[in-house]
């Protein structure tokens, strides 16, 4: 009977042609797909994807560095399994085991004083609290972002969204965007470390003459995820969180994509900079593709805001599950460590495809979060090279990430369990791409 019901299920199965012309017929043409003809992917194992036809793809993008364990890790799938037959849904208004032990281990491993969490579903959700909380306070309604960040697709996030394409529909006023610190775009056109770090210290001046010179907060990524992974000098933050401190602001760190392990060594990318936030929001890795969002903030700022709120999906048992299940894999398995070492790897073996094709402008990154800015003549962005080159690794088996406010940027960013070998394959494979573009 097994076997037959298997049978059926497969005789049943879409085939991509099918999903795609359903995907065409049914879902909003704005949701975005990658590639001239999209991808379908039935399921995943590891490093690799495998679309309906059994076809497999190396995964050098994670699901937009959302895959922290690998595809399918059987340590966290069976923690979900588990508490699904178990408890599937409470939403906040009843206390579970596994919410208070993740919030435990959030104040246990996060920088700083951050001490108390607040559960939603997605990245969107948590930069939102995070500016609430900020707003409420400070007493103050006036946020400064950076240009070139991206966070997230409600109203207010696509509002501190520096990032034309992604910004739609009206705006929510008292924002105010910083200039980026993006130093091959410096936009001052200074060198660094000559600069003196002038993008930082120019916040300044935006506070005093755009806003009130009463702010509520600072909200950045440690490295700029949609923006093209855009690295900051590591003086940056030491000088821009002070000034914010100086205008009564609190510092907001988006982690959705730097966190548990990307950037290598540390758990978190701020951990990199020397400074501490206020409020820190995490979601994409933090539970291996469940969806979950995380606001964690200081007990002074958690407990400042007593009213009535309420998440329905926030602190999903299941999603709860498996983000511990997710961070113990982490510890246990080193992988920030490993993403450190292997992402190194990857990063020299990038450099020295930069030397090979003078369209790589720029490389950067940290850990297992690495990009390439392809040009052409006097840094003119290059979008056309790099839909070429999407096209031609597609066809090789090879998956990767864009971004950059051009287009022109890959962004390259496996699950953290990445070996030195599938770095050979994939640097390998995109050797022989560029060749053909």
Partial sequence: MQTTNFNEEKKQKLSSEEILSKHDEYLFPSVVNYYNKHLAIDYGEGMYVYDPEGNKYLDFFGGILTVSVGH????????????????????????????????????????????????????????????????????????????????????????????????????????????????YRCPFSMTYPSCEIKCAQDIEELIMTTTTGEIAGFIAEPIQGVGGFITPPKEYFEVAVPIIKKYGGVFICDEVQTGFGRTGDKMFGIEHWGVEPDILTAAKGIANGSPLGATIAT??????????????????????????????????????????VVGQYLRDGLEDLQKKYPSIGDVRGMGLMQACEFVKENKVPDPGTVGKLFEEMKKEGVLIGKGGLYGNVVRISPPLIVSKGEVDDFLKTMDLCLERC
């Fill in 72 to 183: 399918c890790n059987p340590k966290v799938t069976d923690k979900i399994a588990a508490q699904i037959k178990k408890l599937q849904h409470t939403s906040t208004l009843y206390q579970t085991e596994n919410i208070v032990l993740l919030a435990e281990k959030l104040a246990q491993i996060t920088p700083g004083k951050l001490k108390k969490s607040f559960f939603t579903s997605s990245g969107t959700e948590a930069d939102e609290t995070a500016i609430f909380m900020a707003q409420h306070y400070t007493g103050r309604q006036e946020i400064i972002a950076l240009r070139h960040c991206y966070s997230g697709r409600s109203l207010l996030a696509m509002s501190l969204t520096a990032h034309s394409p992604w910004r739609h529909g009206s705006q929510v006023p008292g924002i105010k965007h910083a200039m980026s610190p993006y130093c």
């Fill in 299 to 340: 007990q002074e700022i958690a407990d400042s805001f007593t009213g009535l709120t309420i998440s329905t999906f926030g602190g999903n048992p299941v999603s709860m599950a498996a983000a511990l299940a997710t961070i113990d894999v982490i510890e246990e398995e080193l992988l920030a460590k490993n993403s450190a």
